[in-house]
């Protein structure tokens, strides 16, 4: 049985007015025009059918740069952890990883005390006990006392060292007692899936997951992406660049935790295949159990705060986050049985799966989003999400 695949079709064909899947052009422009947003590639689906897919805005912020493609290709930073949880997924269907097996079993340099209890569910949920600011406080603090190993098999030097310099990082609470987003958990996947699969975490996806689903456009490495199609956003003249960032643009160096970079369209596909439960066209990527763990709660009653938000149930997937009860930074409008992520940068998608909706938010806007006050400045998912939800007027 071939499962279903995208292909354009007519909102009204699948239930949706198309009045108000209209709009939706009309509300981009608008974004635009505030000057929060340079460029932005949307696309609506349902049922299988794709009934919005435009794009906005120009391709670079150069001046006189040519008008955004619909295929154009965004980093889309923190997005990129479902993939890798995939990868996860993967090999734990394939009974290679366990979800309820210590990460020190597959990374004997993850020491510390109580950190034998972290296990690799905890890194897929951010309930490891491990958090970010104290993670790069060990960096800082320990800088010069600890000898970096020299580099093994594929791993990546920068990577190598970046491992290196935070393995031993002590916890900041037992792992599953709160949710702390952490992306150096996803990189510690990406280990994970480098050392038992024998390959990196790029060419593994590249091979497991992009290709079988006809992703010709993904990659987690900027290298494999045409320059000519390629979104690039203004320079944050308050962000950083480090070696790490610059080998990134150049080599073949990876980051688990937000590397990939991809279409709309890809994107688009890689949700339908979830909303599939793991098949798209005659492509099995995961089991409907291996779909129903990464996309229902795995963390309840467990709280978090983020972005200066207090969220009494966290409610997160294996690299998911679940809509459930919860309110903030997306939509308010989408069934609680939802699953989503978003990206620094301005990357949103989710999968309704009541109805049956694949929704893909990519635009380019301000990286540094410290607050929720700056958060809702430059970016616009929530209210795109709740008018795409809005527009289905058949259940």
Same mark, same amino acid.
């Given at each position: 049985?071939?499962a279903?695949i ?11 007015s198309l ?14 025009? /505030? ?13 299988g ?7 906005f ?5 150069d ?7 619909l295929?154009?290709i965004f980093p889309?930073?923190?997005v990129?952890?479902?993939i890798t ?5 993967? !090999?734990?269907?394939?009974g ?6 210590p990460?020190?079993?597959?990374l004997?340099?993850?020491q ?5 209890a972290v ?5 897929l949920?951010?309930?490891?006990? !491990? ?7 060990f960096?800082?603090?320990?800088r010069?006392e600890?000898?970096?190993p ?5 791993l990546?030097p ?7 310099r935070r393995?031993?990082?002590p916890?900041?609470k037992?792992p599953?007692?709160e ?11 990406g ?20 290709? *079988? ?19 690039r956003?203004?320079?944050e003249p308050?962000? *950083?660049?480090d070696?790490t ?5 150049? /080599?073949?160096?990876y ?5 990939? /970079?991809?279409t709309a ?6 949700g339908?295949m979830f909303?599939?439960?793991?098949r ?8 409907p ?9 795995q963390?309840p009653?467990?709280g978090?705060?983020?972005y200066?938000?207090v969220?009494? /149930?966290?409610s997160?997937?294996?690299g ?20 989503e992520h ?7 998608f989710?999968?309704?799966p009541?109805?049956a909706?694949v929704?893909?938010?990519l635009?380019?806007?301000a990286?540094?989003?410290?607050t929720v006050?700056?958060?809702f ?5 929530d209210?795109?999400?709740d008018?795409v ?6 259940p």
């Amino acid at each position: 049985m071939v499962a279903t695949i995208l292909h354009p079709g007519s909102a009204a064909a699948v239930g949706m007015s198309l009045e108000r899947i209209g709009h939706l052009g009309e509300l981009a422009g608008q974004w635009l025009r /505030e000057g929060n947003v340079q460029t932005m590639v949307l696309l609506v689906a349902r049922r299988g059918q794709i009934v919005f897919h435009r794009a906005f805005g120009p391709l670079t912020p150069d001046p006189g740069a040519s008008p955004t493609p619909l295929d154009a290709i965004f980093p889309t930073a923190s997005v990129g952890k479902v993939i890798t949880a995939t990868a996860v997924m993967l !090999l734990v269907e394939e009974g290679l990883v366990g979800l309820n097996r210590p990460v020190s079993g597959y990374l004997p340099e993850f020491q510390g005390e109580g950190k034998d209890a972290v296990l690799v569910r905890h890194l897929l949920t951010h309930t490891s006990g !491990l958090r970010g600011e104290d993670v790069e406080r060990f960096v800082t603090q320990s800088r010069g006392e600890l000898e970096i190993p020299p580099a093994t098999g594929s791993l990546h030097p920068l990577l190598n060292e970046y491992f290196a310099r935070r393995y031993r990082c002590p916890l900041w609470k037992p792992p599953g007692v709160e949710m702390s987003y952490l992306p150096y958990g996803f990189e510690l996947l990406g280990e994970i899936v480098r050392r038992v699969s024998a390959e990196p975490l790029d060419r593994f996806a590249r091979d497991r997951i992009f290709r *079988p689903l006809g992703m010709d456009d993904s990659s987690y490495c900027p290298v494999d992406v045409a320059p000519q199609r390629r979104v690039r956003r203004a320079p944050e003249p308050d962000l *950083p660049t480090d070696a790490t960032d610059l080998a990134h643009e150049t /080599e073949r160096l990876y980051w688990g935790s937000g590397g990939v /970079e991809t279409t709309a369209h890809d994107l688009a596909v890689f949700g339908q295949m979830f909303l599939n439960r793991g098949r798209y066209g005659d492509a099995r990527i995961l089991s409907p159990a291996g779909v129903a763990a990464m996309t229902r709660n795995q963390i309840p009653g467990i709280g978090a705060e983020f972005y200066g938000q207090v969220f009494p /149930e966290a409610s997160f997937g294996y690299g998911w986050s679940v809509h459930g009860d919860k309110t903030g930074m997306c939509g308010g409008l989408y069934s609680a049985r939802a699953f989503e992520h978003w990206g620094r940068g301005g990357s949103y998608f989710w999968v309704d799966p009541d109805l049956a909706i694949v929704g893909v938010y990519l635009s380019a806007t301000a990286w540094s989003l410290d607050t929720v006050v700056h958060w809702f400045r430059y970016n616009r998912a929530d209210l795109f999400q709740d008018a795409v939800t809005a527009a289905v007027s058949e259940p």
